[in-house]
């Protein structure tokens, strides 16, 4: 069975940073692509960040480009997220999501198991 755990998040200011963690257990971790999504309040699910099973490919939502950083260490079986110059539209739950294939995919249907999310509080 398939667990996905982030930890990292928290409360920070405007033009703080923070690092997320998902660490990932269940199947071959190398072979599956990795994403962080996020949910604000009143608002649908929205893709952050993707990652190919490689850690060759990225590809972000323009809101976070030049601020934010995937990356993964296949080893541990971990995926980050690097958060730099936060903004308070950045307040959301985190979640952290394993694709179904190697390849980065940036809708939700491309993932298939899910973490539970870690909150990001970030104050004006």
């Known amino acids: 069975q398939v667990q996905l755990v982030e930890s990292g998040g928290g409360l920070v200011q405007a033009g703080g940073s923070l690092r997320l963690s998902c660490a990932a257990s269940?199947?071959?971790?190398?072979?599956?692509?990795m994403g962080w999504f996020r949910q604000a309040p009143g608002k649908e699910r929205e893709f952050v960040a993707g990652?190919?099973?490689?850690?060759?490919?990225?590809y972000y939502a323009d809101s976070v480009k030049g601020r934010f950083t995937i990356s993964r260490d296949n080893a541990k079986n971990t995926v980050y997220l690097q958060m730099n110059s936060l903004k308070p539209e950045d307040t959301a739950v985190y979640y952290c999501?394993?694709?179904?294939?190697?390849?980065?995919?940036?809708?939700?249907?491309?993932?298939?198991?899910w973490g539970q999310g870690t909150q990001v509080t970030v104050s004006s």
């Open positions: 999501a394993q694709g179904s294939f190697g390849g980065v995919a940036s809708r939700s249907s491309g993932y298939n198991y």
């Open positions: 269940g199947r071959t971790f190398s072979r599956y692509a």
């Open positions: 990652i190919d099973w490689s850690g060759g490919s990225t």
